[in-house]
């Protein structure tokens, strides 16, 4: 399918996507960063160990310019001697290689962050596929990556050209400077071009850091139809969906009917709308809507509070105005703080009388006139093309 294509691929990759790729082995990864961390460190531990290794190198020369006549007739010590020389050679050259190692595997790890995957390894038709190779010669990725390691090669190329020949003299006056002294200008001017070439390694892994990202994220990108299908394997067909949805608002609706019994009172209007309210002070800066519904859950509401003795009283206007503006477990508005104090004291006052812990069947029960705002009852919002409700 065209959409498919490369170059329809315009949406950024999920978290999903990105995921799956470090689990495949994408990650962005930066060779430039490893170069400069590599250079960096194996100078600095030549600066530092610069004595230990004039003196390690002028050993090693020494010993292999100097030739013994028993070395010749006697292939023993010749083997002795060459394996000591081995050994010298390695405490000079194993230290600096795992140094080295270390640096490089330190610069992976700052560029991607750890990422252990054996998929990469994996042989997969793709990876033997002569067009697919073709596509990965001329790809984006693979036309930055060689403009870029071009640019670096022509500019490396240049500064040491241009260190030699600016240190011609210097290098030609060591042929008579003594062997120590020869090794530690040797190694000053080594040092001084390894530090020339660093500044453009340190240079180019400062632009490759964010530019491998980029091109990481450009590689993942997806299309419509892959954002599609990732979502329906993640969250399901709808069919599912909406079956879940289902299932989660019995749930709810269960749990709300559950908490009818543990409210303080019920408003009604009068049969349209119930919400039920809890208040305890200790707990609660304002009284809390716990369960409401319309039509027949309201009534199925009234129902369960009857059985649970809870108040109901009929209260059109404040029973319209919780039920449009407070939610579940919210408490209510300020606006209405008034209006729902005026019935919390009418009930508190009607269990003083009546010397009851809980007293139901309010609904006869005149109440005082209540401090409703206008502007949150929705039936006088809207008129009254709706009728009494």
């Not at 999903?16 to 460190?41: F, M």
């Not at 490089?104 to 697919?132: C, H």
């Not at 039509?295 to 109901?312: F, H, Q, S, T, Y």
Request: proline share 6%.
């Amino acid at each position: 399918m065209a959409e498919d294509s490369s170059q329809n691929k315009t949406l950024p990759a999920t978290p999903r996507k990105i995921q799956k790729a470090r689990e495949d082995g994408q990650v962005a990864r930066s060779r430039d960063l490893g170069h400069a961390l590599v250079v960096a460190g194996t100078l600095l531990a030549l600066v530092v160990a610069a004595p230990l290794l004039t003196a390690a190198s002028a050993e090693l020369i020494g010993a292999g310019l100097r030739l013994s006549p028993a070395l010749l007739t006697e292939p023993q010590r010749l083997g002795e001697h060459l394996a000591a020389m081995t050994w010298l050679a390695a405490g000079v050259v194993l230290p600096l290689g795992l140094l080295a190692m270390l640096l490089a595997v330190a610069g992976a790890l700052l560029a991607g962050g750890w990422n252990f995957s054996l998929k990469a390894l994996a042989p997969t038709l793709e990876k033997i596929s002569p067009l697919a190779g073709v596509k990965r010669m001329f790809s984006k990725q693979q036309l930055a990556e060689t403009l870029k390691a071009s640019v670096l090669a022509l500019v490396l190329g240049a500064l040491g050209t241009w260190y030699l020949w600016s240190r011609l003299d210097e290098m030609q006056q060591l042929l008579a400077l003594p062997l120590p002294a020869a090794l530690a200008q040797t190694g000053w001017l080594v040092a001084q071009g390894v530090g020339l070439l660093l500044l453009a390694l340190v240079a180019f892994a400062i632009v490759d850091v964010p530019l491998q990202r980029h091109l990481l994220h450009e590689r993942l990108k997806m299309t419509h139809h892959e954002l599609h299908q990732e979502m329906k394997e993640t969250e399901g067909s709808p069919e599912l969906k909406l079956q879940r949805r289902i299932r989660m608002r019995q749930m709810s609706r269960t749990h709300m009917l559950s908490a009818v019994a543990g409210a303080d009172l019920v408003v009604m209007n009068p049969t349209h709308y119930a919400v039920a309210l809890k208040y305890d002070e200790r707990a609660m800066a304002a009284p809390r809507v716990v369960a409401k519904g319309a039509d027949l859950l309201a009534l199925k509401i009234r129902d369960l509070a009857r059985e649970a003795r809870v108040p109901v009283l009929q209260a059109p206007p404040l029973a319209r105005a919780l039920w449009a503006h407070c939610e579940l477990e919210q408490e209510v508005p300020a606006a209405l703080f008034g209006a729902v104090a005026q019935v919390l004291a009418h009930v508190y006052r009607l269990r003083e009388q009546l010397g009851r812990g809980r007293v139901g069947d309010f609904d006869e029960r005149a109440l005082p006139p209540l401090a409703v705002p206008p502007g949150l009852d929705p039936q006088q919002r809207g008129g009254a093309a709706g009728g009494e409700r």
